[in-house]
Nanobody, 120 residues
Framework: QVQLVESGGGLVQPGGSLRLSCAAS????????MGWYRQAPGKQRELVAR???????NYADSVKGRFTISRDNAKNTMDLQMNSLKPEDTAVYYC??????????????WGRGTQVTVSS
């Protein structure tokens, strides 16, 4: 009924940049908070950045000043601009969203993830 599809991952050298995108589609009335999470091998999934429908943001301390989250409410999309990438940023990055669907119930959805590898 609802799909979140990430794109933009890849291999980048330390100090480089990548831009991730997430597109939501399906039976959507509106989208509340959206966020990016990541999971490195052998580690738990962690919050990277989150943005409300009004544009308020919060970031993990490890990415503050380097990553910027944004969204386009009209297009149901969200981006993550990642600058000054470090090897420790290597992980699968997941899109997450709280979506209001017909029937006025809110459900939480995950994308399938996109791999980001930072290596020389």
């Amino acid at each position: 009924q609802v799909q979140l599809v990430e794109s933009g991952g890849g291999l980048v050298q330390p100090g480089g940049s990548l831009r991730l995108s997430c597109a939501a589609s399906g039976n959507i009335v509106s989208i509340n908070a959206m966020g990016w999470y990541r999971q490195a091998p052998g580690k738990q999934r962690e919050l990277v950045a989150r943005i409300t429908s009004g544009g308020s943001t919060n970031y993990a301390d490890s990415v503050k000043g380097r990553f910027t989250i944004s969204r386009d409410n009209a297009k149901n999309t969200m981006d993550l601009q990642m600058n000054s990438l470090k090897p420790e940023d290597t992980a699968v990055y997941y899109c997450n969203a709280d979506i209001l669907m017909s029937g006025f119930r809110i459900y939480n959805f995950w994308g399938r993830g996109t791999q980001v590898t930072v290596s020389s």
